[in-house]
């Protein structure tokens, strides 16, 4: 556990100094985006629902994920856009609201398909250095063996950190910062500090299985790791919107983050000894943990793609 967390602490700065260079297939590839790309294909239209989370917070659900919306006073601020399918219905659910910034905790579809739309209507789009480079891109997605186009040049952020910052929306004070090779390589939070609110995008799944897209960075260590950074934010009373599913208490969060960093030590273990997924299906890995996966042989699958692209964070000998 700390072995992993300074192994990745240490090598933060090589990672973030690599990644400034278009490097092998590294830009081009994605792994899943379970739920997006169907959602954005089909053009279907699901109704959404928005909930006010506090005075100035709400969020919108079913775009297919979760929008969050922040109202400044002077227009509002989201956290992620949508789908490219719902991003008119997005946008119609703000009521008129002009959308002056948006952030992207990362760059899969159903993250940004509101993107350019936003964008074309005069919204600053801010995400992580390596988000911009996704979008920037054609990609490949290994899991269907097919590509998928860069999106209109409009999607791409303009604004971008590698770090962490604060920025001012009306009276809203925001942080922002990077939660390394959690669910892609350029996952970001947003926390709206005197609301007491954090966006923490797919890194945090209390409904669908957790997501690795290992093809663009994600693994178990790293997201272990990323949620004990969650957990370092706010107090007790901090809520925590995932991209799917219901606003999360810190306990929900505590508990998710129990579960992450167990399985990453039974699978990392029995990786070492060299169990492929299946065997770690056929031990019963996921049995007992108090979740049900829905797709279990599809995580392990992700689990282990990811642990062998992380073979060197491990410090050992593995073959
Ligand atoms: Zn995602």
Redo the contacts with the bound molecule.
């Keep these: 556990m700390n072995h992993r967390r300074n192994f990745l602490k240490s090598g933060l700065g090589g990672i973030a100094g690599l990644s400034a260079v278009p490097l092998l297939g590294g830009l081009a590839g994605c792994q899943s985006?379970p739920g997006a790309a169907s959602s954005a294909s089909s053009g279907r239209a699901a109704p959404l629902q928005t909930q006010k989370v506090t005075d100035r917070i709400s969020v919108i659900s079913g775009a297919p994920g979760n929008v969050v919306v922040l109202n400044t006073g002077d227009g509002v601020l989201l956290v992620d856009s949508g789908s490219a399918a719902q991003a008119s219905a997005v946008q119609k659910s703000l009521a008129g609201a002009r959308v002056r910034t948006l952030y992207n905790t990362?760059y899969?579809a159903?993250?940004t398909g509101g993107n350019p739309l936003f964008a074309k209507s005069g919204a600053e789009i801010h995400a992580h250095t390596i988000t911009k480079q996704w979008l920037a891109a054609d990609y490949y997605v290994p899991a269907d063996d097919r590509w998928v186009k860069a999106p209109p040049k409009e999607a791409v952020p303009t604004v971008t950190f590698r770090g962490r910052g604060e920025a001012k929306a009306g009276a809203e004070s925001i942080e922002y910062g990077y939660l390394l090779e959690a669910?892609?390589r350029g996952d970001a939070y947003v926390y709206f500090r005197d609301s007491n609110v954090l966006a923490a995008g797919?890194v945090v799944s209390p409904q669908r299985d957790p997501?690795l897209?290992w093809y663009a960075g994600g693994w178990l260590g790293g997201r272990a790791d990323a949620m004990d950074d969650l957990l370092g934010i706010g107090n007790d009373q901090t809520l925590i919107v995932p991209?799917y599913g219901p606003v999360m208490t810190r306990a929900q969060l505590q508990a998710e983050r129990d579960l992450i960093t167990k399985l990453y030590d039974t699978t990392s273990n029995l990786y070492h000894h060299g169990n492929s997924a299946q065997d770690m299906m056929d031990k019963g890995v996921l049995k007992d943990v108090g979740r049900v996966f829905q797709d279990p042989e599809r995580f392990l699958y992700d689990v282990v793609k990811g642990l062998q692209a992380h073979y060197t964070n491990f410090g050992g000998n593995v073959v």
Aim: glycine share 0%; no cysteine.
């Design positions: 985006v990362h899969h159903d993250q669910h892609t797919d997501v897209d991209a």
